[in-house]
């Protein structure tokens, strides 16, 4: 049986069991809120927070995963990203005060940047030949500048409607995001041929959406 880690619940977690429906994977509800079963292919559902996915698939508690890609990238867990799903859309940028004049990178140099993905944002920085105080949060990232304990952010943003009733501006997109599918980097050969019927149907899907 091949086990899938998909979000319990947040963002993505109604495009995910669409996306199994929409492949004709029907799934049991079952009581256990951490796991369920399909009734009609041989897989097995993990809900779990998306933090964890990644982790959790490069473990073998899971064999594959519906996860952003800014997730994994953040993680950098022994992962493979299989295919994009199509969903899940968002940009990781880095936003400051509206008020504030900004001209380029340069204007991050000696500044606090707060933020949940200080790996990406410190690759980002390294690029730029930019020093930065990265401040790690794990949530309401884009009230940091106003109550005084970042200059900068950098957030996960869809419509920018977040940024703006904070009275930020978004300046620098550093990473283009959508949920994909991961599988472990060594699935037996039955689990392979258990994800490339999966594959084939979500590939037949995406198809049908265009
Ligand atoms: P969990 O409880 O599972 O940790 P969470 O609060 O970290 O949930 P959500 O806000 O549900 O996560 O976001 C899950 C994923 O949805 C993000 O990692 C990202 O890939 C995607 N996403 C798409 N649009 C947005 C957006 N506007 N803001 C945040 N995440 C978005
Ligand atoms: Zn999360």
Sequence with gaps: MLKLAIQKSGRLHDD????????GIDISNGVNKLKAEATNFPLELYFLRDDDIPQYVEDNVADIGFVGENVVFEKAKKNTIVEKLGFGKCRLSIAVARNEEYTGTAFLQGKKIATSYPVLVKSF?????????????????????????????????????????????????????????????????????????????IQSVKKARN
Excluded at 133 to 154: M, W
Aim: aromatic content about 2%; overall charge negative.
């Design 16 to 23: 995910s069991m669409r996306l199994l429906k929409e492949c």
């Design 125 to 201: 920085l390294d690029k730029n030949g930019v020093e930065a105080e990265i401040h790690e949060i794990s949530g309401s990232v884009e009230i940091a500048p106003g109550i005084g304990l970042a200059d900068a952010i950098c957030d996960l943003v869809s419509s920018g409607s977040t940024l703006f009733m904070n009275g930020l501006k978004e300046v620098e997109t550093i990473l283009q995001s959508q949920a994909v599918l991961i599988r472990n980097n060594e699935l037996q050969p039955e689990k392979m041929k258990l994800l490339e019927r999966l594959l084939f149907r």
